[in-house]
């Protein structure tokens, strides 16, 4: 069975980007780990210090692998097809933050099923915001339940996880985030706190529900530090195309 392209395009730019001795070691793993799968956890483990952990500038676009994130996934799908996920669950329960990210992002590769979802969910539990962006890439955006992607959206904002991260996750954008959004935005206007402008651009490709929430009227408040956070979000508003005083959106 031929290999995906993903994957062989991933092996690419990983021998594009590791000198002669790195590469070496990738590919001796790769035969060692074909032989004898309980040999992935160390391997996995020293790919950091034989490969470097410099970007491997998947996407620029986009916050994507570094080499040691790429080297790991492709030790992972060296392994034999009924043992990737449980040697995945292995890593990151025993692995580090890198050793964590990496088994995340590697789950796009290593199934089309579900059988990852549970990694995506515990990561997504977490407060750790470079894991957290990590677990939802493409098999998230696939797997995830539309109620789990929500509130994992939601934990992104709280987190201020760049949005231009997890690209495809916002692809699946619907009413029921936004309004999400929204009831974090108010809150955060009420507590004269700032609102993190990618928020604010979110909910307003959904002008409908933007013009209901009427996110400006704590502008009059007589607490000058709510006053000043709905300011803020009416700027952001305006940039986004919605000026306090324009007409609302139908």
Same mark, same amino acid.
């Given at each position: 069975? $031929?290999?995906?392209?993903?994957?062989?395009?991933?092996?690419? &730019?990983?021998?594009?980007?590791?000198? @002669?001795? @790195?590469?070496?070691?990738?590919?001796?793993?790769?035969?060692?780990?074909?032989?004898?799968?309980?040999?992935?956890?160390?391997?996995?483990?020293? *790919?950091?210090?034989?490969? #470097?952990? #410099?970007?491997?500038?998947?996407?620029?676009?986009? /916050?994507?692998?570094?080499?040691?994130?790429?080297?790991? !996934?492709?030790?992972?799908? *060296?392994?034999?097809?009924?043992?990737? /996920?449980?040697?995945?669950?292995?890593?990151?329960?025993? #692995?580090?933050?890198?050793?964590?990210? @990496?088994? &995340?992002? $590697?789950?796009? &590769?290593?199934?089309?099923?579900?059988?990852?979802?549970?990694?995506?969910?515990?990561?997504?539990?977490?407060?750790?915001?470079?894991?957290?962006?990590?677990?939802?890439?493409?098999?998230?955006?696939?797997?995830?339940?539309?109620?789990?992607?929500?509130?994992?959206?939601?934990?992104?904002?709280?987190?201020?996880?760049?949005?231009?991260?997890?690209?495809?996750? &916002? %692809?699946?954008?619907? %009413?029921?985030?936004? %309004?999400?959004?929204?009831?974090?935005?108010?809150?955060?206007?009420? !507590?004269?706190?700032?609102?993190?402008?990618?928020?604010?651009?979110? /909910?307003?490709?959904?002008?409908?529900?933007?013009?209901?929430?009427?996110?400006?009227?704590?502008?009059?408040?007589?607490?000058?530090?709510?006053?000043?956070?709905?300011?803020?979000?009416?700027?952001?508003?305006?940039?986004?195309?919605?000026?306090?005083?324009?007409?609302?959106?139908?």
């Amino acid at each position: 069975m $031929a290999e995906p392209k993903a994957v062989t395009h991933l092996r690419e &730019l990983v021998e594009a980007k590791l000198p @002669a001795p @790195a590469w070496d070691w990738f590919v001796q793993s790769l035969e060692r780990i074909a032989e004898d799968p309980a040999a992935c956890p160390v391997r996995y483990a020293g *790919a950091a210090r034989r490969c #470097g952990r #410099g970007p491997l500038d998947l996407n620029p676009t986009r /916050i994507g692998w570094r080499i040691d994130e790429a080297v790991r !996934a492709l030790l992972l799908y *060296a392994v034999t097809p009924p043992l990737r /996920i449980a040697l995945a669950e292995d890593v990151y329960h025993h #692995g580090d933050r890198g050793e964590r990210r @990496a088994a &995340l992002k $590697a789950l796009d &590769l290593l199934t089309e099923g579900p059988e990852g979802l549970w990694l995506v969910e515990d990561a997504v539990r977490s407060n750790d915001a470079t894991v957290i962006q990590a677990a939802l890439g493409p098999y998230a955006a696939r797997h995830l339940r539309p109620a789990a992607l929500r509130q994992a959206v939601l934990k992104c904002a709280f987190l201020s996880v760049p949005f231009a991260s997890i690209p495809e996750v &916002l %692809d699946r954008t619907d %009413d029921e985030l936004v %309004d999400l959004l929204i009831d974090f935005v108010r809150e955060r206007i009420l !507590a004269g706190r700032d609102v993190d402008g990618q928020i604010i651009d979110v /909910i307003a490709t959904r002008p409908g529900r933007l013009a209901e929430a009427d996110l400006t009227a704590e502008m009059g408040s007589d607490l000058p530090f709510r006053a000043r956070a709905a300011r803020c979000v009416a700027e952001r508003l305006a940039l986004a195309g919605f000026p306090a005083d324009a007409p609302r959106p139908k």
